[in-house]
């Protein structure tokens, strides 16, 4: 259901470049949803893989994360 929803605002013709909604995982905290054509306004000096981001194992902890 999720991802029929994501695609149909991906669809929408005001082309927003994602949405802010609420974590199903942390409901006191927001979660973010960029779709690739926000990639032009969005700069990162630095890309970080997302096992080495600072804060990962204590988040990976917290919500049961294991690696595949």
Same mark, same amino acid.
């Given at each position: 259901?999720?991802? !029929?929803?994501?695609?149909?605002? =991906?669809? /929408?013709? %005001?082309?927003?470049?994602?949405?802010?909604?609420? @974590?199903?995982?942390? /409901?006191?905290?927001?979660?973010? !949803?960029? =779709?690739?054509?926000?990639?032009? $306004?969005? @700069?990162? #000096?630095?890309?970080? #893989?997302? /096992? $080495?981001? @600072? +804060?990962? +194992? %204590? @988040?990976?902890?917290?919500?049961?994360?294991?690696? %595949?």
């Amino acid at each position: 259901m999720t991802q !029929l929803w994501a695609l149909a605002v =991906f669809k /929408n013709p %005001a082309m927003v470049d994602g949405f802010i909604y609420m @974590s199903r995982h942390l /409901n006191s905290g927001k979660a973010v !949803l960029l =779709f690739d054509r926000a990639k032009p $306004k969005i @700069s990162v #000096k630095r890309p970080v #893989k997302l /096992n $080495k981001a @600072s +804060g990962f +194992g %204590a @988040s990976a902890t917290r919500f049961n994360i294991v690696a %595949a």
